[in-house]
C-alpha cells in the first residue's frame, strides 16, 4: 500500500488549506496529526465507501474529510485554522472494511510520510 500525502503549508490563522492522500487502492483511512512535544493524535476517519465520517470534536466544524474513489484520494478540508493545528499530518490506512476503534492508529496498517502544516498568528 502507498501513501503519498500533500498540501501542507503556511497559512495564517482564519485560513484554509486542503490536504490530499493519494493511495494505491481503496481503504477505510484516517488522518492524524502530531504537534512538536506532543503524541500523535486522531483528527478524522472515512470509510471504504464514503458513507461513514467521523472527526475529533477539536476540529469538528472546521474540518471535513472525504473522499473520490475514482481517484483513491482522500482529503482533508481545514478551513478556520487556528495556530494549535500546526503539526504534521499523516494520512493512514486500514485492511478490511470494519470502522470499530477508528480513532486507534493500532488499527492502521498503513501509513503515509507526513506533510507539515503550519498556522501562524
Known amino acids: 500500500v502507498q501513501l503519498q500525502a500533500s498540501g501542507g503549508g503556511l497559512v495564517q490563522a482564519g485560513g484554509s488549506l486542503r490536504l490530499s492522500c493519494a493511495a494505491s487502492?481503496?481503504?477505510?483511512m484516517g488522518w492524524f496529526r502530531q504537534a512538536p512535544g506532543k503524541e500523535r493524535e486522531f483528527v478524522a476517519a472515512?470509510?471504504?465507501?464514503?458513507?461513514?465520517?467521523s472527526s475529533a470534536d477539536s476540529v469538528k466544524g472546521r474540518f471535513t474529510i472525504s473522499r473520490d474513489n475514482a481517484k483513491n484520494t482522500v482529503y482533508l478540508q481545514m478551513n478556520s485554522l487556528k495556530p494549535e493545528d500546526t503539526a504534521v499530518y499523516y494520512c493512514?490506512?486500514?485492511?478490511?472494511?470494519?470502522?470499530?476503534?477508528?480513532?486507534?492508529?493500532?488499527?492502521?496498517?498503513?501509513w503515509g510520510q507526513g506533510t507539515q502544516v503550519t498556522v501562524s498568528s
Open positions: 472515512i470509510s471504504r465507501g464514503g458513507g461513514t465520517t
Open positions: 487502492g481503496t481503504y477505510a
Open positions: 493512514a490506512a486500514r485492511d478490511g472494511s470494519s470502522w470499530y476503534g477508528f480513532v486507534e492508529q493500532r488499527r492502521y496498517a498503513h
